[in-house]
């Protein structure tokens, strides 16, 4: 059962444009909601954190916006870059490092 | 080191022989977790591990899973007699402590089971 869902498998962006990336949640226990950025034969590399207590969190050119009642989180990347081109996961926990639940990933390519 | 360090990097293993894999979490930190990606896109948390003690063993299949994590020792995760759908990347991560910014994952072993 998918608790974190990535409704979109790939994203297309011009360079100089805003990314979005979009996860949705089912479970109303999570409180912790991190994003990975991920490239091929590597291990997932952590890009920024928000807690439930928070609406937004920003750092460098990555913001996450958190809609709890909507159960809806987002990571805006302004400027987007070539280098930004890589899978984007999602992930969830019901407290800040216990276990992680992931969505399936968004495959965002950064066009020049 | 300041990387989590996953060997070997690729694992080739008949079904129904034993697979063992290796992590060593960066110095300091007191967390492990493990996790299997399969078909590319889909994580697993498999267990996790506040230094050598089980913190967390909620994903582990009950049959021929076993992980450890000894003092001075790299963490371990064994598989026996592995099966087909085994197949997957298993990704170590380690965290300094249950808050903060994240965990650091390994670049993961990919096991094959022919």
């Known amino acids: 059962d998918q608790q974190v869902k990535q409704n979109s498998p790939s994203l297309s962006v011009q360079e100089g444009r805003i990314s979005i990336l979009n996860c949705d949640y089912t479970?109303?226990?999570?409180?912790?909601f991190l994003w990975y950025k991920k490239y091929p034969a590597e291990g997932p590399t952590f890009l920024i954190s928000?807690?439930?207590?928070?609406d937004k969190n920003e750092d460098g050119r990555f913001t996450v916006f958190l809609n709890k009642s909507a159960k809806h989180l987002s990571l805006h990347i302004v400027p987007s870059q070539p280098g930004d081109s890589a899978v984007y996961f999602c992930?969830?926990?019901?407290?800040?490092?216990?276990?992680?639940?992931f969505g399936k990933g968004t495959s965002l390519l950064v066009t020049p | 080191g300041e990387e989590v360090a996953q060997t070997p990097k690729h694992l080739v293993r008949g079904e129904g022989q034993k697979a063992k894999l290796y992590c060593a979490p960066i110095?300091?930190?007191?967390?492990v977790f493990w996790y299997q990606q399969v078909l590319k896109n889909e994580f697993k948390f498999l267990i996790s591990?506040?230094?050598?003690?089980?913190?967390?063993e909620t994903g582990m299949p009950k049959e021929r899973f076993s992980a450890k994590c000894l003092p001075n020792s790299p963490c371990s995760l064994e598989i026996q007699a592995t099966k087909l759908e085994d197949s997957a990347v298993y990704f170590c991560?380690?965290?300094?402590?249950?808050?903060?910014?994240?965990?650091?994952f390994g670049s993961g072993t990919r096991l094959t089971v022919v």
């Open positions: 991560a380690s965290s300094q402590s249950v808050t903060g910014t994240g965990y650091t």
């Open positions: 479970n109303s226990m999570f409180d912790y």
């Open positions: 928000i807690s439930s207590i928070k």
């Open positions: 992930a969830a926990s019901s407290v800040a490092g216990y276990a992680l639940n």
């Open positions: 110095k300091g930190h007191s967390y």
């Open positions: 591990f506040q230094n050598e003690n089980v913190f967390d």
